[in-house]
């Protein structure tokens, strides 16, 4: 049996600590991603780089944001500026860093990591790329919370549009934009539009993920909420004429 190249061993690894990873096996992941990080120091710059991403990323979803943060900071001082190959994968770390920031609520952190991934695939040769819808999304959802809607609504309609034209309108990725943008309305009690954006996210879900998904019923409640809050409102409107002209009626009799 010939020995395993470190190259092969390299890619074993990886993709070994990537199936363990997804299937929440932790710790047998940051194995796997620490011995393939040891191989790619030497003579894998860009895989190394991007394993430290993905180990940044392991410490994040277990709450270690201090070996997250750690990590990040590595993956960015060893990811080529100048190297327009390495755009994409510098602008992806600033996405996930980002994310850590918003998980810890340094919001201003993740507005600035946010742009900053944003800006580099804009400059990128061969203009955005669907990788840039997710970003434009992450920093939409950051405005929503911290209430700067008129900044939000933009960039989701950008990702929307961004998303639509490469990947087509019944894709899942569009749901999501479209599910956020329908609560970016709601909050702003533009019923009808936030009705309209929940009712494409549900048809679009309920044809890829299924009508029992749970994705697609937390969809359903939400366009649910926004047709019972028309209503109210209507309703609403109603009785406020019925006592105007009821009184206009009164007084000319």
Sequence with gaps: MSKESPSARLKRLSQEGKLAYEAGRYGEAEKCWRAA???????APGTAVALRNNLAGLFHAQKKYALAAKYFADALAVCSHEDPAAAP?????????GELYRTQGKTERAAASFEQAIAILERSAGGPTVQLAPMLNNLAELHRATGKREQAEPLYRRALDLLEKTLGPTHAQVAVVHNNL????LDADRLEEAQTAFERAFAVLSQTLGERHPQTAQVMLNCATALRRRA?????????????????HASKG
């Design 37 to 43: 990080l040891r191989l790619a120091k030497h003579g």
């Design 89 to 97: 994968l510098r602008a992806t770390i600033l996405n996930n860093l």
């Design 182 to 185: 329908g609560g970016l309305l």
């Design 232 to 248: 109210h409102s209507l309703e609403s409107q109603a009785r406020a004429l019925l006592t105007q002209v009821t009184a206009d």
